[in-house]
């Protein structure tokens, strides 16, 4: 059973279908809790998984295997953390699921595959499924239909460029196969042809990154959807979005410089920009965007370093990453009492009104700043050192100034918690479930900043 | 692990004992309910935690320059990243300093913290594991997480507990901090590619190209003028001394200032020692600036706390001037000075702490004429105050005499203008003491200093007594790691 996560996420999405189907309408939370964890075991024993179908099309490899993982963690924190009262529409919850199912299925596909048209496949399941639960939100009007279309045009036209890439290669391999592709391109790859073709197919993953300059969904639609929608958007196609810009970048090997040039570029705009805009933000939602946008520019440090251990530091910096937000869309969900956005003078007096909450907080935003002995540090630190190794000062220079402005309004967010007045609002009591939750987060945060070899080596070996 | 560590021979690791004591006890007092127990916890820890440390003096070799009671354990292989603690002649007394202020913080905290007691006595714990981990580290990445990780408790300190303009003051500090903190971050990864290890004693003493060193230089020294703070950094000081609480101030004044100072004797001076010597008629020059600027603002000023504040510049700019005076006079007089200034600067501002629980202000005016009402409170003060403008006898007089010593032989212009920010600090801290004692008619009725806040007051005064007369038993556990470190210097002067 090598591929038992996928199949068990197929057999996920379709018990959800049924639910919907059926009359009788169950509390679908709880077995949804289950079941997700269940595919986390599923996932957690094929990680030494190996194989290979379709005749090359589709890879069983750690990577993809550590990816998966990754992925299904973040699936489950998002179902855990999923409000019942009031997120969602309660006709929508089973369909709800489903769609959060086939999404995590796609992107379980995605970071599996190895030819173009799997890829282009894998990513459109992940897409539509998306797609079709941004607008599920209680209780707003326009905003989340806005949001749904936005998403839509940009993700089409993203991917529209990326196919238009994909030509380019195909045009010169004659093959879909990334292998054969590999094979053929270093004859292209000084040439504009080649790395015009290896960008252009990055984009579409870019976007799901949303990497400088195909970010500009990214704020509308984490405003617009539900909190716990823009929780997984934000966190868990970034993931695959990484695999696969590594998976491509890998046919540009040796590194090519030009082709680094424009990575370098991309990542000093996009974490500028996102770190600019970010400071002017008062949605607590629209400001992890653009913090999401800003991050994607230090992940792509990783990527550019175009070395093992560079690609083996992105990917530690995205399970950082993953757990990090989580928090921070935790602490954002529980503080939303009618699924509302919140901004970020609501979070005055937190400190007071929810001590747990306010340390979640200010936990992962210290890790997000990048602040020891937070994993955002350890993982930052692996970025510059692989960057730095490769030669590439520049970037990192703007990388460390670009953590100092960040931090302006990433402690806005625990200086409104710890040194405001709350106005007129209540305490917050936490049930047991949530305060587990958020011990768990505050922990694995702090865990990855201090302990982070085990990871490490086993990320290493997955490239 | 290389020649220069000693590991360490008492039966038990009591680098990382001293470090994590603090934290052991955070995380029990977490688990109290009580205000009284969790201050209790907080003042046991505090001095247990003391008493261990004096062991590291009892059993300090002062004869060797290498770093002694070494602990080394492997934390991150692939990356060569090592958790190595170790101490010599420079960093001892800090760490002592540190574990003595800690308990006397819980002290003066007592009754002054009413609000969240517990999550208060456990940013003081935190902040004592990690500024005595800073001192205690080496090796860079340990050093910076400690470094840091001590930004987080500071900046709740201030942010929580302080006074009307905390919010501006902690962020301001946080900021202006972590700015500097980012180029040491870039300065370490660059050491770490040339070298190829994270350990700092490895990274001493190398034929760095003079370009390395210059870039290097400037990265640490950022992060470290910021800490010092030195003219023209010490923006951020100023604001956050003045709304911190009396515990955060003393931290601030004592512990965290000196960081700055240990960071260039122990980074910029043997890791770019070129660079170093290029530098330091520039660094006398800030230094002197500081000294001069410091005493004139100090005059004018109307805030006990932010009096104290800018007197620290000064005196902080004395150590810069005495280490970048590059003698072995200005090493000592540096390393002093920065002990004497945590002893006298701690003790002044508790005094200040002391008076604004009583009246509620801060201002010299509120508190002018107390010599009658509170004589024992007006003793100690002016016992600091005379200690702060280094009148013979007391602690700060060693020190700067070492100074002046060492910054004459370097440079006689550097020197005179030394000895008049002498004379300013004499101006401004008697214009303070004479306000306090004499300063209006007043028949308030103001309780004096009880039992507790005599207690807390007594080791400092006993420290700036003991410093100030017979100095030779912190001079000779000093000598023998500043001697080892001018003489490796010495090659660079030409």
């Known amino acids: 059973m090598m591929m038992l996560p996928e199949f068990y996420l197929l057999f996920f999405s379709v018990l959800f279908l049924l639910f919907s189907i059926g009359k009788g309408r169950v509390n679908v939370f709880p077995w949804a809790k289950v079941l997700s964890l269940i595919g986390l075991v599923a996932t957690l024993i094929s990680i030494n998984a190996r194989g290979s179908f379709f005749s090359g099309a589709y890879r069983v490899d750690l990577f993809s295997q550590v990816f998966k993982s990754l992925v299904m963690y973040g699936l489950v924190f998002v179902i855990f953390m999923l409000d019942k009262r009031s997120e969602i529409e309660e006709k929508y919850n089973c369909e709800y699921f489903m769609f959060l199912g086939l999404s995590t299925l796609g992107l379980m596909m995605l970071v599996s595959s190895a030819e173009l048209i799997t890829i282009v496949l894998s990513l459109e399941i992940s897409s539509y499924s998306l797609y079709a639960i941004v607008p599920l939100r209680k209780g707003q009007t326009r905003i989340q239909l806005e949001a749904s279309m936005k998403y839509l045009f940009f993700g089409a036209v993203a991917t529209g460029v990326m196919l238009y890439g994909m030509g380019y290669l195909y045009g010169m391999a004659r093959s879909t196969f990334l292998s054969d592709i590999m094979a053929v391109l270093p004859k292209f790859i000084g040439q504009p042809i080649g790395i015009f073709a290896i960008v252009l197919t990055m984009t579409g993953f870019f976007f799901k990154l949303s990497l400088f300059p195909f970010h500009f969904w990214s704020p509308d639609i984490y405003e617009g959807a539900s909190n716990t929608t823009t929780t997984f958007i934000a966190t868990v196609p970034k993931l695959a979005a990484v695999a696969l810009i590594m998976r491509i970048a890998a046919l540009a090997y040796p590194a090519e410089p030009v082709f680094v040039t424009i990575l370098i570029v991309l990542s000093a705009l996009s974490m500028t920009l996102g770190n600019l805009v970010g400071l002017v933000q008062k949605d607590v939602k629209r400001l992890l965007g653009y913090s999401g946008i800003a991050h994607a520019g230090y992940v792509m440090m990783g990527i550019l370093a175009m070395s093992r251990d560079g690609n083996a530091s992105a990917i530690y910096y995205m399970a950082v990453y993953l757990f990090m937000n989580l928090g921070v869309f935790y602490v954002v969900l529980l503080l939303s009492k009618s699924g509302e956005n919140v901004s970020v003078n609501d979070l005055a007096g937190l400190a007071k009104r929810a001590p747990l909450l306010a340390f979640t907080l200010a936990v992962s935003a210290f890790s997000l700043a990048g602040i020891p002995p937070t994993g955002g540090f350890t993982g930052k630190l692996f970025l510059f050192t692989n960057a730095f190794k490769e030669g590439h000062l520049t970037i990192v220079i703007i990388g460390a100034v670009n953590t100092v402005i960040s931090i302006f309004y990433y402690l806005n967010l625990v200086r409104m918690s710890y040194s405001r007045e709350p106005v007129g609002a209540e305490r917050i009591n936490l049930s047991f479930h949530e305060k587990a939750l958020c011990y768990l987060l505050i922990f694995l945060v702090l865990y990855m900043g201090i302990m982070p070899f085990g990871l490490m080596q086993v990320f290493r070996a997955a490239v | ?494």
């Not at chain 2, 105050?385 to 602690?395: D, H, K, M, V, Y």
Request: some cysteine; charged content about 10%; hydrophobic content about 55%.
């Open chain 2, 1 to 494: 692990m290389g020649d220069y560590l000693l590991m360490n021979r008492l039966d038990f690791p009591i680098l990382s004992t001293t470090i994590f004591i603090p934290l052991v006890g955070a995380a029990i007092l977490m688990l109290m309910r009580h205000d009284k127990a969790i201050k209790g916890i907080a003042l046991v820890t505090g001095i247990l935690n003391f008493l261990i440390s004096l062991l590291l003096y009892i059993h300090f070799d002062p004869t060797t320059p290498l770093f002694q009671f070494g602990e080394f354990a492997r934390w991150m292989p692939s990356y060569n990243i090592n958790y190595v603690l170790g101490i010599d002649g420079i960093t001892i007394f800090l760490i002592l300093l540190t574990t003595l202020l800690a308990p006397l913080c819980v002290l003066c905290s007592w009754t002054a913290i009413e609000q969240r007691v517990k999550e208060f006595m456990f940013c003081i714990l935190v902040m004592e594991s990690a500024m005595v981990g800073v001192f205690c580290a080496l090796d860079f990445i340990l050093f910076y997480v400690f470094w840091e990780a001590m930004l987080i408790p500071m900046y709740l300190l201030i942010a929580v507990w302080g006074g009307p303009q905390k919010d501006y003051a902690s962020i301001k500090f946080f900021i202006y901090t972590l700015f500097g903190s980012v180029f040491l971050l870039v300065a370490i990864i660059a050491i770490y590619l040339t070298t190829g290890s994270f350990s700092i004693p490895n990274a001493m003493f190398r034929d760095y190209s003079f370009g390395f060193q210059f870039w290097v230089f400037l990265a640490f020294a950022i992060a470290f003028a910021i800490k010092v703070p030195m003219f023209p950094f010490h923006t951020w000081l100023p604001a956050a001394h003045t709304e911190a609480p009396t515990a955060g101030s003393v931290f601030l004044a004592s512990v965290l200032l000196k960081m700055g100072t240990y960071g260039f004797l122990r980074f910029c001076l043997p890791i770019t020692p070129k660079a170093s010597v290029y530098f330091a008629p520039y660094m006398v020059i800030l230094s002197i600036i500081a000294i001069i600027y410091g005493g004139f603002v100090c005059l004018n000023q109307t805030d006990m706390k932010r009096l104290i504040a800018f007197s620290s510049v000064a005196h902080m700019g004395f150590a810069t001037l005495g280490i970048f005076s590059l003698t072995l006079f200005g090493f000592e007089g540096a390393l002093l000075q920065m002990l004497n200034h945590g002893v006298t600067t701690g003790g002044l501002f508790l005094c200040v702490g002391i008076i604004y629980e009583r009246t509620h202000s801060r201002e010299i005016f509120d508190n002018a004429g107390l010599g009658k009402i509170t004589p024992i409170y007006v003793g100690f003060l002016g016992l600091f105050s005379i200690s702060s403008l280094a009148f013979p006898g007391t602690n700060n007089f060693v020190g700067e005499l070492y100074i002046l010593i060492g910054s004459f032989v370097s440079s006689k212009t550097a020197g005179f203008f030394a000895v008049v920010g002498a004379v300013l600090a004499a101006a401004y801290m008697l214009r303070l003491l004479k306000q306090i004692t004499w300063g209006r008619e007043d028949k308030r009725a103001i309780r004096d200093m009880n039992l507790r806040e005599v207690i807390y007051l007594v080791p400092l005064v006993i420290l700036v007594f003991w410093m100030g007369i017979g100095p030779s038993p912190f001079v000779d556990t000093m000598k023998t790691t500043l001697t080892n470190l001018f003489t490796r210097m010495e090659v660079f002067f030409q």
